[in-house]
């Protein structure tokens, strides 16, 4: 017999598992390395990820925002974590669904999205089989078959950063990121072999090229570099010393701190087109600068874009050239436009800049010629934009104004042709100032500076003068100066010289950049939402639409064209009406634009605020909207939706709503919930468009701007015409119509129930005619008959189309109160899946 004190122990664990319940599932752990037929899940990547033996590096999941991840290897003790590779960097995977695996026949890693699409595969040619993927300690990530040879490995193909023991060959490429807005897109900026064999930097953004990397006025001899060496190889090492076969080689400040005493490296090429080593300290996390290619960023080609300038006094800022504005608001690279038209048969004049060049993109040779017949030779060639005079009489005629650069002791002078009859204000440049403590290197960090008169901004800081010269249809008055303007811009260059010579003395000191800095404006990592969201010029939206030739659409916020982009996308661009009032719906738009990713939401391309146009470009969406699909009478038997396809279309329309209303970082709002602002994809999986043009509610719901919304006659809810304040209930009871009519296949306006047709608006009756149906018939076929597509000729999931009902009336309830969230109408649907399963 047992004890008295065993059976008080037995009731007390019984007790305790009572009140306990069974422990929860273990979660699970980061794993030395990845099995055959074992994968990854996106929504385990705070746990599960492959760490390298010595804890250094890590690699899985890494959340670019709360609804988009990469694939990456990132530094593991570096604050903020450091990603160093990507598989793909340019197309990210979903929050849920998306997994890598190792594919069971052993043949590549393979990263799937969230409809099972493959993003990426390790495709290797050979013929033997992986038996595992490990992550090294040198950040390596390796597959290797079972006797660990190495069968495919991350080194062979570099994103934006180099390793120490990684080998960079003929093949290998560093590409910089995009920049903030588009950070996961490819930047303008590479780093490989030119064809020279010589280790270049490159700017190429589709329109302009160019090397920038080495000095590209100098020889190879006065670069000391090397040519034609075919070896074509080079590789940084952890002591911080870089070796290249051209002789392009560099050290660390801190050269020969070693991995031993805590000190890791990296060589990453950035997103303001500067190549930077740097050192990380384990005892902090942080990182420092220990080189950098250029000290001065004006520079790098591309920085400030086409007919701009980049003027450094002695801290760097983009300026528009005379007679011209900003080309994009927010974006430098687009550089600038001409506020005035070419035209070859009109007069012209000269507007000088001293000490500022444009590289590239020249006419003819530099020939030597006085400064006279250089302006003439400018002026009767219709291709000539501006010329560059310098001391010792080259004269180089540009077709581009691109790459521009001002700096004190920069030899020569630009003149620019504009129109004789161009009103030329006075030029000023307003300084930026440095920000943050450190030097602004992002391509979108560079403030909005401008040329005065021409729509810049720029807050305060010492103005620097820039002279103005002109001519009249030749070069008789070039040269003579405007002396006002003269004796100002000498006094700054005065000032700006004593600076830069300071700057000189501090930049080699001790304290000065080539020093191990604290890296300021260049956070590591993917720390900006990716969406790749682009600004359009109204040119480049009218060349895609073919001049707004193909209406796809229409509705009360505008009308919707069918455009194809450069790059082939077909798109959906979306002219907004009342500019005066479309503006703020515009601006809103754009303040979540970055927030937005879901697979049951169209996802927004970019947009174009030019003058008066608000123009909104999305993806394009193939089937048409689902009341096309779904009211369609005289559509053909196999055209009508099937019951199964209505029942996943109510399900993925729960889904983006439920996540507009709770999973945002912000309170999103639809307000115009309907079967036209549904798309169907190709394969039927439903979209919602037009949720951009809701308004963003404070968490409280107390947001005034709302209480001039409304939505479409059919749909509202009921406090739209009371002084009720707005929340996502109107949404819950929009979606409750659209519920019914999926159901019923037709509007609510038009059903009839027991041979009565509801009068247009009375959704109560029809409510309460459902419900009454509903609760007297116990006979299935009875309510089918009168509440269910009649086109279906019977075939329908009577568990599901019972719960579709009951959802829908609860939803539309006239207290907003007793309306279910759309979190709760989600979770009631897929009840209803499971239970058919």
Same mark, same amino acid.
């Given at each position: 017999?047992?004890?008295?004190l065993?059976v008080?122990?037995?009731l007390?664990?019984?007790?305790?598992?009572?009140?306990?319940g069974?422990?929860?599932?273990?979660?699970?752990?980061?794993?030395?390395?990845?099995?055959?037929?074992?994968?990854?899940?996106?929504?385990?990547?705070?746990?599960d990820?492959?760490?390298?033996?010595?804890?250094?590096?890590?690699?899985?999941?890494y959340?670019?925002s709360?609804?988009?991840?990469?694939?990456?290897?990132?530094?593991?003790?570096?604050?903020?974590?450091?990603?160093?590779?990507?598989?793909?960097?340019?197309?990210?995977?979903?929050?849920?669904?998306?997994r890598?695996?190792?594919?069971?026949?052993?043949?590549?890693?393979?990263?799937?999205?969230?409809?099972g699409?493959?993003?990426?595969?390790?495709?290797t040619s050979?013929?033997?089989?992986?038996?595992?993927?490990?992550?090294?300690?040198?950040?390596?990530?390796?597959?290797e078959?079972?006797?660990?040879?190495?069968?495919?490995?991350?080194?062979?193909?570099?994103?934006?950063?180099?390793?120490?023991?990684?080998?960079?060959t003929?093949a290998?490429r560093?590409?910089s990121?995009?920049?903030?807005?588009?950070?996961?897109?490819?930047?303008?900026?590479?780093l490989?072999f030119?064809?020279?064999?010589?280790?270049?930097?490159?700017?190429?953004?589709?329109?302009?090229?160019s090397?920038y990397?080495?000095?590209?006025y100098?020889?190879?001899v006065?670069n000391?570099?090397?040519?034609?060496?075919?070896?074509?190889?080079?590789?940084l090492?952890?002591?911080?010393?870089?070796?290249s076969?051209?002789?392009?080689?560099?050290?660390?400040?801190?050269?020969?701190?070693?991995?031993?005493?805590?000190?890791?490296?990296?060589?990453?090429?950035d997103?303001?087109?500067d190549?930077?080593?740097?050192?990380?300290d384990?005892?902090t996390?942080e990182?420092?600068?220990?080189?950098?290619?250029f000290?001065?960023?004006?520079i790098?080609?591309?920085?400030?874009?086409?007919?701009?300038?980049?003027?450094?006094?002695?801290?760097?800022?983009?300026?528009?050239?005379?007679?011209?504005?900003?080309?994009?608001?927010g974006?430098?690279?687009?550089?600038c436009?001409?506020?005035?038209?070419?035209?070859c048969?009109?007069?012209?004049k000269?507007?000088?800049?001293?000490?500022?060049?444009?590289?590239?993109?020249?006419?003819?040779?530099g020939?030597?010629?006085?400064?006279?017949?250089?302006?003439?030779?400018?002026?009767d060639?219709?291709?000539?934009?501006?010329?560059?005079h310098?001391?010792?009489?080259?004269c180089?005629?540009?077709?581009?104004? +691109?790459?521009?650069?001002?700096?004190? =002791?920069?030899? *020569?002078? &630009? @003149?620019?042709? %504009?129109?004789? #009859?161009?009103?030329?204000?006075?030029?000023?440049?307003n300084?930026?100032?440095?920000?943050?403590?450190?030097?602004?290197?992002?391509?979108?960090?560079?403030?909005?500076c401008?040329?005065?008169?021409?729509?810049?901004?720029?807050?305060g800081?010492?103005?620097?003068?820039?002279?103005?010269f002109?001519t009249?249809?030749?070069?008789?008055?070039?040269?003579?100066a405007?002396?006002?303007?003269?004796y100002?811009?000498?006094?700054?260059?005065?000032?700006?010289?004593?600076?830069?010579?300071?700057?000189?003395?501090?930049?080699?000191?001790?304290?000065?950049?080539?020093?191990?800095?604290?890296?300021?404006a260049?956070?590591?990592?993917?720390?900006?939402?990716?969406?790749?969201?682009?600004?359009?010029?109204?040119?480049?939206?009218?060349?895609?639409?073919?001049? +707004?030739?193909?209406?796809?659409?229409? =509705?009360?916020? *505008?009308? &919707? @064209?069918?455009? %194809?982009?450069? #790059?082939?996308?077909?798109?959906?661009?979306?002219?907004?009406?009342?500019?005066?009032?479309?503006?703020?719906?515009f601006?809103?738009?754009?303040?979540?634009?970055g927030?937005?990713?879901?697979?049951?939401?169209?996802?927004?391309?970019?947009?174009c605020?030019?003058?008066?146009?608000r123009i909104?470009?999305?993806?394009?969406?193939?089937?048409?909207?689902?009341?096309?699909?779904?009211?369609d009478?005289?559509?053909s038997?196999?055209?009508?939706?099937?019951?199964?396809?209505?029942?996943?279309?109510?399900?993925?329309?729960?889904?983006?709503?439920?996540?507009?209303?709770?999973?945002?970082?912000?309170w999103?709002?639809?307000?115009?919930?309907?079967?036209?602002?549904?798309?169907?994809d190709?394969?039927?999986?439903?979209k919602?468009?037009?949720?951009?043009?809701?308004?963003?509610?404070?968490?409280? =719901?107390?947001?005034?701007?709302?209480?001039?919304?409304?939505?479409?006659?059919?749909?509202?809810?009921?406090?739209w015409?009371?002084?009720?304040?707005?929340?996502e209930?109107?949404?819950?009871?929009?979606?409750?119509?659209?519920?019914?009519?999926?159901v019923?296949g037709?509007?609510?306006?038009?059903?009839?129930?027991?041979?009565?047709?509801?009068?247009?608006?009375?959704?109560?009756?029809?409510?309460?005619?459902?419900?009454?149906?509903?609760?007297?018939?116990?006979?299935?076929?009875?309510?089918?008959?009168?509440?269910?597509?009649?086109?279906?000729?019977?075939?329908?999931?009577?568990v599901?189309?019972?719960?579709m009902?009951?959802i829908?009336?609860?939803?539309?309830?006239?207290?907003?109160?007793?309306?279910p969230n759309m979190?709760?109408?989600?979770?009631?649907?897929?009840?209803?899946?499971?239970?058919?399963?």
């Amino acid at each position: 017999m047992s004890s008295p004190l065993a059976v008080a122990s037995a009731l007390l664990l019984l007790l305790l598992i009572t009140l306990i319940g069974l422990p929860p599932i273990a979660p699970a752990a980061a794993r030395g390395s990845l099995t055959r037929g074992a994968a990854i899940a996106v929504e385990d990547h705070a746990a599960d990820f492959l760490v390298s033996p010595d804890g250094t590096f890590a690699c899985g999941f890494y959340n670019v925002s709360p609804t988009v991840f990469t694939f990456s290897v990132w530094f593991a003790r570096a604050a903020g974590r450091t990603v160093v590779w990507t598989a793909s960097p340019g197309r990210p995977v979903h929050s849920r669904g998306a997994r890598l695996a190792l594919d069971r026949r052993g043949g590549a890693l393979v990263l799937t999205d969230y409809d099972g699409a493959v993003v990426w595969n390790s495709s290797t040619s050979s013929s033997s089989a992986a038996a595992a993927a490990r992550l090294h300690d040198t950040g390596n990530l390796v597959l290797e078959d079972g006797r660990g040879n190495t069968l495919w490995q991350s080194f062979d193909t570099p994103t934006d950063t180099l390793l120490p023991a990684q080998q960079f060959t003929a093949a290998s490429r560093l590409v910089s990121r995009g920049g903030r807005g588009r950070l996961l897109a490819a930047g303008y900026y590479s780093l490989g072999f030119s064809d020279y064999a010589m280790l270049s930097l490159f700017y190429d953004n589709h329109n302009f090229s160019s090397i920038y990397w080495p000095n590209p006025y100098n020889n190879y001899v006065a670069n000391k570099r090397k040519i034609y060496n075919f070896t074509r190889e080079a590789a940084l090492d952890a002591l911080g010393q870089f070796l290249s076969s051209d002789a392009a080689g560099f050290a660390a400040a801190d050269l020969g701190a070693t991995a031993g005493g805590g000190v890791r490296r990296r060589l990453t090429l950035d997103t303001d087109g500067d190549l930077r080593l740097y050192s990380l300290d384990d005892a902090t996390g942080e990182w420092d600068v220990t080189w950098a290619a250029f000290g001065n960023p004006c520079i790098i080609h591309g920085v400030c874009g086409a007919n701009a300038v980049c003027l450094y006094a002695p801290a760097p800022a983009c300026v528009c050239a005379p007679g011209h504005e900003r080309a994009d608001a927010g974006v430098w690279t687009k550089g600038c436009r001409p506020v005035f038209r070419h035209d070859c048969s009109r007069p012209a004049k000269l507007v000088a800049l001293p000490h500022t060049d444009f590289w590239g993109y020249d006419l003819n040779d530099g020939q030597i010629m006085p400064l006279d017949a250089c302006s003439q030779r400018c002026m009767d060639t219709c291709a000539c934009v501006a010329f560059q005079h310098k001391q010792n009489m080259e004269c180089y005629l540009k077709s581009v104004l +691109f790459n521009g650069r001002t700096f004190p =002791g920069l030899p *020569g002078t &630009v @003149y620019i042709k %504009v129109p004789a #009859d161009f009103d030329m204000p006075e030029i000023r440049v307003n300084q930026w100032r440095e920000q943050g403590g450190g030097l602004a290197t992002d391509e979108d960090d560079i403030p909005s500076c401008d040329v005065a008169g021409n729509g810049g901004g720029g807050g305060g800081g010492e103005e620097v003068f820039l002279n103005i010269f002109s001519t009249h249809n030749g070069g008789r008055d070039v040269g003579k100066a405007v002396w006002p303007y003269m004796y100002g811009f000498l006094s700054a260059l005065l000032v700006v010289e004593a600076v830069v010579i300071g700057f000189g003395c501090w930049l080699f000191s001790s304290r000065g950049l080539f020093r191990p800095s604290r890296v300021w404006a260049i956070e590591e990592g993917y720390k900006l939402i990716a969406n790749n969201f682009q600004r359009y010029t109204y040119s480049e939206i009218k060349r895609a639409t073919g001049n +707004f030739t193909d209406v796809i659409g229409s =509705g009360g916020s *505008g009308v &919707v @064209y069918k455009g %194809v982009l450069e #790059d082939d996308r077909v798109v959906a661009v979306k002219v907004l009406k009342n500019v005066s009032q479309s503006e703020q719906e515009f601006q809103s738009e754009l303040s979540v634009i970055g927030r937005i990713y879901h697979m049951n939401l169209v996802r927004m391309w970019g947009c174009c605020s030019e003058g008066k146009h608000r123009i909104l470009v999305s993806e394009h969406i193939e089937n048409g909207s689902l009341a096309e699909m779904l009211f369609d009478r005289e559509a053909s038997e196999d055209a009508v939706l099937g019951w199964n396809q209505r029942f996943q279309i109510a399900l993925g329309v729960a889904k983006g709503l439920a996540y507009l209303h709770s999973e945002c970082l912000e309170w999103i709002i639809h307000c115009d919930m309907k079967p036209e602002n549904i798309l169907l994809d190709k394969d039927l999986e439903p979209k919602i468009t037009d949720f951009g043009l809701a308004k963003l509610l404070n968490r409280d =719901g107390s947001d005034a701007n709302l209480s001039r919304i409304r939505g479409t006659r059919g749909y509202m809810a009921p406090e739209w015409v009371s002084s009720l304040p707005i929340t996502e209930k109107v949404d819950v009871y929009s979606y409750g119509v659209v519920l019914l009519e999926l159901v019923k296949g037709v509007r609510i306006s038009e059903w009839m129930i027991h041979g009565v047709k509801f009068e247009e608006m009375d959704t109560r009756m029809v409510v309460k005619a459902i419900h009454e149906n509903m609760e007297t018939n116990n006979d299935q076929g009875r309510w089918a008959k009168d509440l269910v597509d009649c086109r279906l000729n019977g075939e329908f999931n009577p568990v599901q189309a019972k719960a579709m009902l009951k959802i829908a009336v609860s939803c539309l309830e006239e207290d907003r109160g007793k309306r279910p969230n759309m979190s709760s109408v989600l979770q009631a649907l897929m009840s209803g899946e499971d239970e058919v399963r």
